[in-house]
């Protein structure tokens, strides 16, 4: 089972940036090979996947509410996932996860998925 830690959310004001970091503390091996995502959900809204990239890195997908903004990537070798967030908007604002895709699929909730970390706050004000 994959077990991760979300860190790097925090307030900002609109047009900031952040950048989220996603280490797993167990399932190393499963990070290793599975394509990993971002997902997000905001109060009151339904969990979405937001952005995934495949076990290798080469291959990256995103929703289009975040395209030209977000940038996805992982690093094997340190067994870490990142989101660099850019020009973030009020409606940005939401519980962000990481956690694996069992596709190259944007916008599905991951309903299936049971095992979720504590995910990090990213707060964007206007």
């Known amino acids: 089972q994959l077990h991760v830690v979300e860190s790097g959310g925090d307030l900002v004001q609109a047009g900031g940036s952040l950048r989220l970091s996603c280490a797993p503390t167990r399932g190393t091996l499963i990070f290793k090979v599975n394509a990993m995502g971002w997902y997000r959900q905001a109060p009151g809204k339904e969990r979405e996947l937001v952005a995934v990239?495949?076990?290798?890195?080469?291959?990256?997908d995103y929703v289009e509410s975040v395209k030209g903004r977000f940038t996805i990537s992982r690093d094997n070798t340190k067994n870490m996932l990142y989101l660099q967030m850019n020009s973030l908007k009020p409606e940005d604002t939401a519980v962000y996860y990481c956690?694996?895709?069992?596709?190259?699929?944007?916008?599905?909730?991951?309903?299936?998925?049971?095992?979720w970390g504590q995910g990090t706050q990213v707060t964007v004000s206007s």
């Open positions: 956690n694996r895709a069992t596709a190259l699929r944007v916008g599905i909730s991951g309903s299936d998925i049971t095992s």
């Open positions: 990239i495949d076990s290798t890195g080469f291959r990256k």
